[in-house]
């Protein structure tokens, strides 16, 4: 045979570029699993900080929509995250509904509030964006703290629900539904990276007037991708006050939430969407780590520590160091 | 909320009094956002560092604060100087300010803030000196000394950055390249000295403004996060690099700010900056004095 070997049929049954889509759904899927089978064989500890680990890579994926594909650096993320939380807290004063439905409310708000900053960012380049991020933040946090119905600065206790048998305990219920919402936020991330959204995003990025000059529709593009991350983050939040079940305004629009949700990304890597999973599992890993055997402001001071060594260093991120040591090896 | 014209007066002369304060810890940003290009929103971060120089000065060699804003101010222009070559040197040369060098002044805010935490605590931190106690009064207004010499020294350092940037040629590079960087290159000054000279003052000007600062009231580590929405609001509202459009705007804040607070409560002033901010975004994002 000589020149047709080239054509062979090649037998890949799946597009090559949905690749990664499947194995974020089998990560998820099987991690669901892992949680399952564990059950409650183990201490409740390690549920709770699986679950911080899970709801910074929402987060962490979710800033990463705007900042890290478009360019549009977002310091309000503790904003969106508390309007999530707060959305729950509102329903369940009111009707004490079923939480996934708290988390749809809490998207619907903060999607809405995500939308609300895209038309800023129509006017607002670069760091004027970031500024009014801020600022939206903590005009929100002076609300919440002066509305007496959601316990104002003093904070309100939240009562847990009942759960059914399947769940071995709520925190075990948590968990699982991290898992799904954390897997649902990397393919969305995934899916916006892939599609022409990305690629605008991206041409938005590194010139904004130039993409606008080639016809690239940048207010619906940063409509989207500011609604989206919006919403991620208001999910993120949902679920949080059952976590703790007690929310004051300091604890849900904590300066903490802010810095996490910057630092993993530009730890992991901006560029794609692993980065900022890889970036959430290593700086959430090593503060939970650091809590337990030193203290939480220390872990604190680290992640900021790391967050500088990191953009000094290696301002790609992990990402980064991936690509120059395969191109090394070329 | 209970009207009355003393109330008011009174209002309006501690707004304008706390406004001259408001401007020395804007000025900084004046400089480094407004003239340099530079998003430090870390600035506050410093002044509350300067906070504590003038803490620890007077727990352990009881220093007055006009002692302490002559010894830690040059200090604070020294490294101001080496933080700008640093960030110059990783980030600046190579192009990534936008996104890197943004998140690196937040980190180095978080640092600051809770290295702060890890030394001295949350608790409350304040000085006292004897002149401080008193009050001086015209008729039936009445100023305490805390909030007039904050507002003074404010003042008095306005004015010598601006007669500085307009009377010597540093000064004068300095506002050079913060109209055209690249005609101050071609012209055969170098911008990156005159960008570390100011980023100097402005660091100077962020340790004095934290020394006026623990003068007026008691200091904690997580306070500076409230001068982040008043030092860029001011500087947004003033038009970026005017320094006579930061101290109107400081006024501005200076007296909505007191105004709140007595007609609505104190609960609601940290959102009259921010407000102010994304209104001004919003409407004009020129600013008073922009061009």
């Not at chain 1, 910057?262 to 959430?280: C, H, Q, S």
Request: hydrophobic share 55%; proline share 4%.
């Amino acid at each position: 045979m000589s020149a047709p070997t080239t054509f062979a049929p090649r037998k890949v049954p799946v597009p090559r570029h949905l690749h990664a889509g499947l194995a974020i759904v089998l990560a998820g899927a099987l991690l669901v699993a892992a949680t399952f089978v564990v059950g409650s064989h183990v201490s409740e500890y390690y549920y709770l900080a699986a679950y911080t680990i899970l709801q910074f890579i929402v987060l962490g994926t979710a800033w990463n929509i705007l900042g890290g594909y478009a360019g549009y650096v977002n310091f309000g993320t503790a904003g969106f995250f508390a309007a999530g939380c707060y959305t729950t807290v509102v329903l369940n004063k009111l009707f004490q509904l079923p939480l996934i439905v708290d988390m749809s409310a809490a998207a619907v708000t903060a999607g809405l509030m995500g939308f609300g900053t895209g038309y800023l960012a129509l006017r607002l380049r670069g760091v004027f964006f970031s500024i009014a991020t801020l600022a939206l933040a903590i005009v929100l946090q002076t609300i919440i703290s002066n509305w007496s119905f959601v316990g104002g600065g003093r904070g309100v206790y939240v009562v847990r629900p009942e759960i059914s048998g399947l769940f071995g305990s709520y925190a075990h219920l948590l968990v699982m539904l991290m898992i799904g919402l954390a897997t649902c936020a990397v393919l969305a991330a995934w899916a916006v990276e892939k599609s022409w959204i990305g690629i605008g995003l991206a041409a938005i990025r590194d010139n904004e007037t130039a993409a606008e000059t080639c016809g690239v529709p940048s207010l619906r593009l940063k409509l989207i991708a500011t609604t989206t991350s919006g919403a991620l983050m208001g999910m993120a939040g949902a679920p949080f006050p059952y976590y703790v079940s007690y929310v004051d305004p300091a604890t849900a629009f904590s300066l903490a939430i802010a810095v996490n949700s910057i630092a993993m990304p530009l730890v992991g890597g901006t560029a794609t969407w692993w980065g900022p999973v890889v970036g959430a599992i290593m700086l959430g890993s090593v503060q939970q780590i650091l809590t337990v055997t030193i203290s939480s402001a220390a872990n604190l001071f680290i992640v900021g520590v790391l967050l500088v060594a990191f953009l000094i260093a290696a301002p790609r991120g992990v990402v980064g160091i991936v690509r120059g040591w395969k191109r090394g090896r070329q | 909320m209970n009207f009355s014209w003393d109330l008011l007066v009174n209002a309006l002369i501690s707004g304008v009094v706390l406004g001259g304060f408001y401007s020395a810890t804007a000025i900084g940003v004046t400089i480094e956002f407004g003239m340099l290009d530079i998003v430090n929103i870390a600035h506050p971060a410093f002044m509350i560092a300067g906070a504590y120089l003038a803490y620890l000065g007077w727990n352990s060699f009881a220093f007055d604060p006009f002692v302490a804003i002559a010894v830690f101010a040059p200090l604070g222009l020294l490294f101001g100087r080496a933080f700008y070559r640093a960030y110059h040197f990783f980030f600046e040369r190579r192009g990534d300010e936008s996104l890197q060098g943004l998140a690196f002044f937040f980190g180095i805010l978080f640092i600051v803030e809770i290295g702060l935490v890890l030394m001295c605590g949350v608790d409350y931190r304040s000085i006292t000196a004897p002149y401080l106690g008193s009050t001086f009064g015209i008729g039936r207004i009445s100023v305490s000394w805390r909030l007039m010499i904050p507002f003074l020294v404010g003042l008095a350092m306005l004015g010598a950055i601006q007669l500085y940037l307009s009377r010597t040629f540093t000064g004068r590079t300095i506002l050079a390249v913060a109209q055209d960087l690249e005609a101050v290159r071609l012209i055969g000054a170098d911008p990156v000295r005159a960008k570390e000279i100011a980023f100097g003052i402005a660091t100077a000007s962020a340790i004095v403004a934290g020394i006026l600062l623990i003068i007026i009231q008691p200091v904690e580590p997580s306070i500076g996060r409230e001068y982040i929405g008043r030092t860029f609001a001011i500087c947004v509202l003033g038009g970026m690099a005017s320094i006579p459009g930061t101290l109107l705007a400081s006024l501005i804040l200076g007296v909505a700010e007191t105004f709140t607070t007595t007609f609505f409560g104190p609960s609601w002033s940290p959102a009259v900056s921010f407000g102010l901010l994304l209104v001004t975004l919003a409407l004009r994002p020129a600013g008073i004095f922009g061009r």
